[in-house]
């Protein structure tokens, strides 16, 4: 059994408390909303705040010849780039968006400026390929029924066969694939033929195994956080089931419970190398210590 399961999650939820039948607001989908608010407001900052990489991923991005600005991806929490890196090279610099406008088309990028929701490499190459790093956004828990459960799996002709076909599943919408321990193996892919249990894609990755699921893009019926995450979720929300149904005893024992859960958590997720400082680079686009977006000099 995957104990990392959104229907694992609710179990544990349900058998911990006692939910009114009748009550509308204590559906699968609520309780699963009110795991998504303690993630999203709770767990992200603090892991985030530890430096050690959980949530970072890379993509490429082509290079387009002539053009001077990329956008950040969508998924990049709070539009921070961890680094950006031109052909595998190192991390690029970062430069004042003034110095942006002096930029030449052409050569070696050896740093990036920022506009909006835009990263512009100095000076603007005409071919290669970036690579930027990002903390990417969690996905929001749904029903399990609502995904389908990859059985089978033919990567080179970009097939895979899935248990069942959820009524969301068509040819314009995008998709995720998730892994059965929570990692986002592909994100935002569309799928050119959908029929009975079997979808095609332009191109699989080679890690999706039997096991995997088919989720609507931003969905995922996999937590995609550390195991050690899901007790104090199920605690976090019980807690605030029981806040609203305003049994102030019940709520102090609930509180305390959930204390207890936060502070193994954090215990748990602590960095492992005692008495080590992070080293940063330079270069890095991404400074943890100070939450901001880019690091306060210019890296070149």
């Known amino acids: 059994m995957n104990n990392l399961l959104t229907s694992s999650l609710l179990d544990s939820i349900k058998n911990k408390i006692s939910l009114p039948a009748e009550q509308e607001r204590f559906s699968d989908a609520n309780i699963l909303a009110m795991a998504d608010e303690f993630i999203v407001s709770e767990l992200v900052p603090h892991l985030m705040n530890l430096n050690l990489d959980l949530l970072t991923v890379s993509e490429d991005i082509t290079v387009v010849p002539g053009k001077k600005s990329y956008n950040i991806p969508k998924r990049a929490i709070s539009k921070v780039l961890r680094a950006v890196r031109y052909n595998n090279g190192q991390s690029l610099g970062y430069a004042a968006l003034e110095d942006s406008y002096m930029a030449q088309n052409g050569g070696q990028p050896y740093a990036v400026a920022f506009q909006g929701d835009y990263f512009l490499p100095i000076p ?177």
């Open 124 to 300: 603007y190459p005409s071919s290669g390929t970036f690579q930027v790093s990002y903390a990417c956004s969690v996905s929001s828990l749904v029903p399990v029924s609502v995904c389908g459960l990859i059985n089978n799996v033919n990567a080179g002709a970009g097939i895979v066969s899935i248990s069942n076909t959820p009524s969301t599943f068509v040819t314009t919408v995008k998709f995720d694939i998730v892994s059965q321990d929570g990692r986002i193996l592909q994100k935002d892919i569309l799928s050119s033929d959908i029929s009975t249990n079997q979808m095609t894609f332009a191109s699989l990755s080679d890690e999706i195994q039997i096991g995997d699921y088919v989720c609507l893009a931003r969905e995922s019926c996999v937590v995609t956080l550390p195991s050690e995450a899901m007790p104090v979720i199920a605690e976090a929300v019980c807690l605030q089931i029981i806040k609203s149904q305003g049994d102030v005893e019940l709520f102090s024992i609930a509180k305390a419970q959930y204390d207890t859960m936060w502070k193994m958590f954090k215990t748990n997720m602590s960095p492992k190398l005692v008495n080590k400082t992070p080293k940063v680079s330079p270069n890095c686009l991404y400074n943890n210590y100070r939450n901001q977006r880019l690091l306060n000099n210019r890296g070149y």
